[in-house]
């Protein structure tokens, strides 16, 4: 799905106009990029979050002369996915709380017990 796709279906699913739920995602995203870009981080609940990184400086390698090369340290985005949206993607149920099911243990006899071996 792209950007006109995504407005296309918030359009239909709030009944607005499009041009109006453009200008949402719109807002939505320069939101959450100022609020990285400043060194905060978002909490979407059960979607995730999105928070600034840095990284060190570190050693490269030109990859065509095989030169090593400084990199600079920079402070990058980084996105992670929530528990109820891992859920909705693997296909799992959530429940009320929106956490992930959890999963049921089977009805039937218990396995049968190792057998442990004496070392020689």
Same mark, same amino acid.
Do not use: C, H, Q, W
């Given at each position: 799905?792209?950007? =006109?796709?995504?407005?296309?279906?918030?359009?239909?699913?709030? %009944?607005?106009?499009?041009?109006?739920?453009?200008? =949402?995602?719109?807002?939505?995203?320069?939101?959450?990029? %100022?609020?990285? +870009?400043?060194?905060?981080?978002?909490?979407?609940?059960?979607?995730?979050?999105?928070?600034?990184?840095?990284?060190?400086?570190?050693?490269?390698? *030109?990859? *065509?002369?095989?030169?090593?090369?400084?990199? !600079?340290?920079?402070?990058?985005?980084?996105?992670?996915?929530? %528990?109820?949206?891992? +859920? !909705?993607?693997?296909?799992?149920?959530? *429940?009320? +709380?929106?956490?992930?099911? +959890?999963?049921?243990?089977?009805?039937?006899? =218990?396995?049968?017990?190792?057998?442990?071996?004496?070392?020689?």
């Amino acid at each position: 799905m792209n950007k =006109s796709e995504l407005i296309d279906a918030l359009a239909e699913k709030l %009944a607005v106009s499009k041009a109006s739920a453009g200008k =949402s995602i719109d807002a939505l995203v320069g939101i959450i990029t %100022a609020a990285v +870009a400043k060194g905060d981080g978002v909490v979407l609940v059960g979607f995730g979050t999105f928070k600034p990184i840095k990284r060190a400086a570190r050693l490269g390698k *030109n990859p *065509n002369t095989g030169e090593a090369l400084k990199i !600079a340290a920079t402070t990058v985005p980084k996105f992670s996915a929530g %528990a109820t949206f891992k +859920a !909705a993607v693997a296909g799992k149920k959530a *429940n009320k +709380a929106g956490k992930p099911a +959890a999963a049921k243990k089977s009805a039937g006899k =218990s396995p049968k017990p190792t057998i442990r071996r004496r070392p020689y």
